[in-house]
């Protein structure tokens, strides 16, 4: 899937915040496409917390998506603990929202 990436740091945007809430700033290793992050904001009706969920629910589910960090690693993370990760801000999220 080719798609564009795009991130301005004043946060102008909503998709500028979301990647700023979830940590998908770096363009060389990014984990969502715009247009990805536009369909996110899209269902979730630009709620930017219900969007920051999904995000997490699909980082937790996705260890293809994960492997596009730097080198399938974050510090001292393995793959499966970046996945637990994710798994865990995303329950805690929807535990917290109330949905």
């Given at each position: ?93 929807f535990a917290s929202a109330g949905?």
């Amino acid at each position: 899937m080719a798609g564009s990436f795009s991130y301005d740091s004043s946060l102008g945007t909503d998709m500028d915040f979301l990647r700023m809430m979830i940590g998908d700033v770096n363009t060389l290793y990014r984990y969502f496409y715009d247009e990805e992050l536009d369909e996110i904001l899209d269902r979730s009706q630009n709620n930017i917390e219900k969007a920051r969920g999904e995000c997490f629910t699909i980082l937790a589910n996705d260890p293809d998506r994960l492997m596009l960090t730097k080198d399938g690693t974050a510090g001292a993370f393995t793959l499966l603990s970046l996945m637990r990760l994710y798994a865990r801000r995303a329950n805690q999220w929807f535990a917290s929202a109330g949905d």
